[in-house]
């Protein structure tokens, strides 16, 4: 909690990628998060296309410390036949509460139809969606405004606002033209005013305090947020007031 | 105990802050009073700053601009840029005799095809070591094979690796064992725990914080340090006591 508020971190791992020093020690993490006022911190496995397998993994993870950790489900359409069916798994048995895509991992730019079926069922069940979002062509911020008019009752989260400069400005252009269209903070590029920019371009009400924990520890990227030049309503917002609202919890 | 604000309760000198326009990124801050204002904002007392121009064109011309940014407050501390030719090693003789260098920084070469090998640098190491002048290294543009190769034979050089990234993370254990003269620079340096696991390793004597401010915001990493299992002690000696030892020439094998 910081100064009473529920602190929500939408952007999390499970798994490891030790060459980063990337490593899922629930007691490592923990302590960054107590260490800071984090509350909850939402996790997702991304290295595995079946989906299954991932989220399994997740689930276990987060089944150490339920309290403290929340699921989102990961599915990759280069294994399209398994999409649909561990979506449904990952939500209704794991109780996941949302779902993450990573299209660097695809040769598909997330606006092309092999994504559609999980918009679809995002859509259906009213879910949130976090896509990892660069100047890369598979992951243009821009193709926010493609999917998010098609599929009004799901949430489309742009993870890395973008991360660069040109990106971000699609990012907030989709945001400015859709309602559904979100903003998450995390970045190993910590650009001086890009908080401010997120939010006096699309409103504290459409920003997502994101860390990349345990990539990154959570403390610099919550302290991006902490000492960005924004009112303390916006700073609420920012750091739970939305993902709670997004997310349900 | 965390608050929607942030100061710091320890006093600040930042060790990396970037002033000036590069040729290709005009900085937030336009000038000397706006720099010192985000400083204020932050709760930072001192900076050393360079100038950007040094990074992305000459280091001679852009050491000619840090003279405007640097008042008589005592709270900009000036850090020249330095490569081994004739012109940038007389400007920086000529500025060592005025009493003006307590610090310099090492400009990237490798993109003009001169690595950072002994046979290129062993001179200039050779001098900055006699004189007891620290060196700040820049890790975005550094090799792990060339810094092994090439500062070890300058055991008494007092070397400040900057802008340590993730993607550095398996350098930096061998790097900081290997040259005790060394200190890590934190701006970017954000792999869960370290600070504190290598606080733990190697003390907190060998860490200094900076912000790499314009390239990063100013306050995230020192909001960081704040929340770590650092003692006010160890904290005050990141945030400004190391700083202060280093430019004063003092290396950790005197």
Known sequence: ?249 | MTSLHFSPRVPVFDANVRVGDRRDEPSPCRNREQLLAEMDRHGVARALIYHAQTESVSPVEGNGYLAEWLGEDGRLYPQYSIMPTPDSMTQIEGLQAQGRVQSLRLYDTSPAGLPFRPWAFDELLGWLSQARIPLWISLPEATLAELMETLPGHPHLVTVLVGAHYSHFLWTRPLLRALPNTYLELSRYEPIGEVEALRDEFGAERLLYGSWFSRYAMGPMLFYLHHTSLTDHELALVCAGNLDRIMQGEGRLD
């Open chain 1, 1 to 249: 909690m910081i100064d009473g508020n529920r602190v929500i971190d939408f952007h999390g791992h499970s798994g490891r990628m030790d060459s980063f020093g990337m490593v899922d020690k629930p007691e490592l993490m923990l302590q960054a998060m107590d260490k800071a006022g984090i509350d909850i911190a939402c996790l997702f496995h991304i290295f595995q296309p079946d989906g299954t397998t991932s989220n399994d993994t997740n689930a276990r993870f987060i089944a150490q410390h339920p309290d403290r950790f929340v699921g989102f489900a990961y599915v990759s359409p280069t294994m399209p036949q398994r999409m649909l069916p561990e979506l449904a798994r990952a939500i209704d048995m794991l109780h996941f509460v949302a779902i993450k895509l990573y299209p660097p991992y695809t040769p598909w730019p997330f606006n092309q139809a092999e994504w559609f079926p999980i918009y679809e069922f995002a859509n259906q069940r009213g879910l949130a969606i976090i896509f990892h979002t660069d100047s890369y062509p598979t992951n243009r911020p821009r193709f926010l405004a493609d999917i998010a008019p098609l599929y009004p009752r799901a949430n489309f989260v742009a993870g890395h606002s973008g991360n660069t400069q040109e990106a971000r400005a699609e990012a907030i252009a989709a945001a400015q033209a859709y309602p559904n269209v979100y903003l998450e903070t995390c970045s190993t590029y910590r650009t001086p005013g890009v908080i401010e920019q997120l939010v006096n371009e699309a409103g504290a009400d459409r920003v997502l305090f994101g860390s990349d924990i345990p990539l990154m520890d959570p403390r610099p990227q919550l302290g991006k947020i902490i000492t960005a030049d924004i009112s303390d309503e916006a700073k609420r917002l920012i750091l739970g007031g939305n993902a709670s609202r997004l997310l349900g919890i």
